[in-house]
């Protein structure tokens, strides 16, 4: 048994002789010209992987066809017309990439393929599926993005294995883009959640039976506080005006009946209130093709940095939305902006229109230009299921603030729509449009599902702008809600649910002695701690983030995101100081520099590690910040005021520069890349495998090749790919699972692991089909055992049986790892070999720290053991 790799060798054919190779199992010949492949090929009965990305192929051979213990076949981005119509034959197929090739049509015989798990047929020219897809029952993940689909087979509904479906760029579906979610490359790559396959395909087959456009959209206002925002909707909704305009508090959503091309339309006002400790909440209700007003005056004197400002976040989160900048109070205040320099660097804006709400100074231009800029959403005329138009009105105009689901349920049965499924599916949808919040099987949230907007966003506006939580420092117990929120509209029973909400958007964290008692970072004291003057950057390891505008909130959330490593050390509103392993990190932001420094000190060894803990949270924080784009840099050791761009020096060391000069004080000093750069990174184990044609994919790494403009995909080896891993444990353990969670990111950075437990689950996304399909991919199952745990009937009795079961069948490692002192000798996981070191509980080590590294180092050697195993196979 062996492999055979002939990539990127000029090839122009293979020779006939290679069929003789009875004992090849993997052959990669992608990225050489070839024009056709040897029908010899037939004979390798015992090739298990075949590599043919990006040559010159047009067809494959018919004896393809006859490789009947071939797992995968690759042969993306050749110009293959046409499959072997008897590529039904492979019977023990996997995995087949046939990305950016000109196939039409795929055969019907693709639906023998009884053991194909993964199939991506991206950037091809299809315009039907066959009806045979239904029977890929073992299917996992379909990939049909930017082909020509004009309709999907009624069979794909039968595969309830499919847990990843992505149709994204194929316009006569006419499927919205927030019911597609995120594409392949972002699943991926950013390790984002892929939308419910089950309700893209109840929503297409509600819409191709009857559908209206849905002729609504979203009016987003935005701006400081005190611009006049509210005095603009009540010009613009009810031709009013009042003096000393009270300010918005949260969010006010007005309906706006308008005509737009000839149809009465309907547009959303959300008037965002403008003080600041409200901004950082504002990320989560700024949607994508929305039309968005930006409303500046001149009072302080700020209005250009507020433009910058405001503009960076509406392309962060509204990406391609069209903007109108209203320049307002133009008699109390004359202003202007530099327009040409904005228009240049932001080409969403649509135009400026200066108003005067006390005279009605172009009120009427600014109404003429919002209809104008409405008329031409792309989204305005989305379809939408006929049939569900009387339910989204009547919850609409419902006064209840929340319902279960079982009450959703039963009012969607009142007002005609009864099948279950397509309830979920506009449930979901319902969200998507900010009609009806769901978080309908968010474990955290199960209690209340379907939520007024207005309601959900000004209870937490209320809390985080009360004048208690203030005095308070942002510390907020159970208790206080009641004095901050109206106990008619917010009634003792939805604390904890808006709470839990905070901590979903992280917002806020309970303290892990108390679950009763939560901090708000967004609300500490602004002064920064004696303690911070410990550390001295010219003899710590540091690290800095310099972005082109800080998003309010940023270090709260990175505060929110860490705190298991800082218990007992300060915390201040744009700091904190963190403890891991004897090392200890001082983070704070310098917002007028628009900057994020980072010192490490403590023993050498461990610095790295404490680093890339934090450097990974950041990561994960700007993954949800489209378009921030801030510039990792390095400083130099022992001259912390000179800095690198990380990039640059990713470049050198492509390019086998071993130096960098660089002006150092009054000298010019040749700097070790490889220095600087071991400095700040941990030994990566594992690397992500891009196929080689989207090595230039927009997005990506920059590049513009023609042929990939339009792709997404991305294709990881799967010797190489991270092992995944699934927390078991109660929600009582949560604040334990968090301080393991820093341990394990370490082998994340490494390429060795990716990690998922159930606070991951975003809103409106289904959580049992999560949990599901999370558990189902998982190499490992941690079990994080504690008396809770063993006491709870679904952690015990569901996930630990089934976990056990996969250990059996060998289809996955069950790690019991002991949290707190409880008798487990007799439970059924008592025959494995459990963590930290003799099952001793984490809680009982003198050391907490020590037992989780116990822990981590006990998982890593599973992880290699797990490689290994692949490699052998």
Avoid at 295 to 302: A, I
Avoid at 655 to 680: D, I, S
């Amino acid at each position: 048994m062996y492999t055979l790799n002939v990539s990127n060798n000029n090839l122009t054919t293979l020779p006939d002789w290679i069929g003789g190779l009875t004992e090849l199992t993997s052959l990669s010949a992608g990225a050489n010209p070839l024009a056709a492949l040897p029908e010899s090929m037939g004979q390798l009965e015992q090739l298990v992987g075949l590599e043919l990305t990006r040559t010159r192929l047009t067809a494959l051979p018919d004896s393809i066809c006859r490789l009947t213990q071939l797992r995968t076949l690759s042969a993306s981005v050749n110009g293959l017309a046409v499959l072997p119509e008897r590529i039904g034959d492979l019977k023990s197929l996997e995995g087949l990439w046939i990305t950016g090739n000109l196939l039409t049509v795929l055969p019907e015989s693709i639906g023998r393929l009884e053991k194909l798990e993964h199939l991506q047929v991206e950037g091809n020219e299809l315009k039907s599926l066959p009806e045979s897809m239904g029977q890929l029952s073992a299917l996992k993940t379909l990939v049909l993005s930017n082909n020509s689909l004009t309709k999907l087979p009624e069979s794909l509904r039968k595969l309830k294995g499919l847990g990843q479906l992505f149709l994204h760029g194929n316009p006569a579906l006419k499927l919205p883009p927030e019911l597609l979610g995120p594409t392949y490359a972002e699943v991926l790559l950013n390790r984002l959640t892929p939308a419910s396959p089950d309700l893209i395909l109840e929503f297409y087959f509600r819409i191709k039976k009857a559908r209206r456009p849905l002729n609504e959209a979203k009016l987003i206002l935005v701006g400081r506080g005190g611009v006049g925002k509210t005095s603009l909707v009540n010009r613009l909704l009810h031709d009013k005006f009042k003096l000393g305009e009270a300010k918005t508090e949260g969010i006010q959503i007005s309906p706006w009946p308008v005509r737009l091309n000839n149809e009465d339309a309907r547009l959303h006002l959300w008037d965002f209130g403008g003080q600041e400790i409200l901004h950082a909440t504002h990320q989560f209700f700024l949607t994508q093709r929305s039309l968005y007003l930006l409303v500046l005056s001149g009072r302080e004197g700020t209005e250009d940095q507020d433009a910058d400002y405001w503009l960076r976040m509406i392309e962060s989160f509204g990406e391609g939305s069209p903007v109108l900048i209203v320049l307002n109070k133009a008699h109390e205040h004359s202003f202007d902006v530099n327009r040409r320099a904005l228009q240049a660097k932001y080409p969403g804006i649509r135009g400026f229109i200066r108003t005067d709400c006390a005279d009605r100074t172009g009120i009427d231009d600014l109404r003429e230009a919002i209809l104008h800029e409405a008329s031409r959403l792309e989204n305005l005329r989305v379809a939408f299921p006929a049939s569900w138009f009387e339910i989204k009105d009547k919850l609409s105009e419902s006064r209840k603030n929340y319902l279960s689901f079982a009450e959703f349920q039963k009012f969607c049965q009142k007002h005609g729509e009864t099948e279950p499924g397509a309830q979920e599916s506009l449930a979901v949808h319902l969200h998507q449009l900010g009609v009806a919040l769901n978080y309908k099987d968010d474990p955290r949230l199960q209690d209340t599902h379907v939520l007024n907007p207005h309601w959900v966003t000004n209870g937490i506006y209320k809390l985080l702008s009360s004048q208690l939580l203030a005095e308070q420092r942002g510390v907020l117990g159970l208790r206080d809600v009641a004095r901050i929120l109206e106990p008619k509209k917010y009634p003792p029973a939805m604390y904890r649910f808006l709470l839990d909400l905070m901590k979903k958007f992280e917002l806020c964290f309970a303290f892990p002695d108390n679950d009763a008692r939560y901090l708000v970072p967004e609300l500490l004291d602004k002064q920064e701690p004696a303690e911070a003057a410990d550390f001295r950057p010219e003899e710590c390891l540091n690290f800095q983030y310099h972005y082109p505008v800080i998003p309010e909130g940023l270090l709260p959330r990175f505060i929110v995101r860490t705190h298991a490593m800082s218990e007992e050390l300060p915390r201040w509103r744009t700091g904190v100081i963190l403890r891991f392993e004897g090392n200890r990190a001082l983070v704070k932001a310098d917002p007028a520099e628009k900057k994020v420094l980072i010192s490490v000190t403590g023993p050498v060894e461990g610095r790295r590690r404490l680093l890339a803990i934090i450097r990974s949270d950041f990561e994960r924080i700007h993954r949800d910040i489209p378009k921030l784009d801030p510039q990792e840099m390095v400083p130099v050791p022992g001259h912390p005021e000179v800095v690198i761009p990380y990039a640059e020096l990713l470049i050198f060391e492509a390019n086998e520069q071993t130096e960098l000069p660089k002006v150092v004080g009054n000298r010019v000093e040749k700097l070790q890349v490889k220095e600087l750069l071991n400095g700040v990174n941990l030994p990566i184990h594992a690397k992500e495998h891009l196929d080689p044609f989207l090595i230039n994919a927009p997005g990506m790494l920059g590049g513009k090749s023609s042929l990939v403009r339009t792709m997404s995909w991305v294709h990881l080896s799967q010797l190489d790919a991270p092992v995944h891993l699934f927390y078991s444990y109660s929600q009582k353990d949560e604040a334990l699972r968090s301080r393991l969670e820093p341990h394990l990111t370490l082998l994340q950075r490494q390429g060795l692991l990716t990690t998922w437990h159930e606070r991951m689950i975003g809103p409106g996304e289904e959580w049992k089909e999560q949990l599901s399909s999370q558990f189902e991919r998982a190499d490992i199952i941690l079990l994080l055992v504690s008396a809770d745990f063993l006491a709870s009937d679904y952690c015990y009795d569901v996930e630990m049986t089934s976990a056990l079961a996969r250990h059996e069948a060998g289809t996955a490692v069950v790690i019991p790892v002991i949290l707190r002192d409880v008798n487990w000798k007799s439970a059924p996981f008592a025959k494995l070999q459990a963590l930290p070191k003799n099952g001793l509980a984490v809680t009982l080590w003198p050391n907490e720290d020590s037992a989780w590294r116990d822990v981590s180092e006990g998982i890593e050697r599973k992880i290699l053991e797990l490689r290994k195993g692949r490699q052998r196979l």
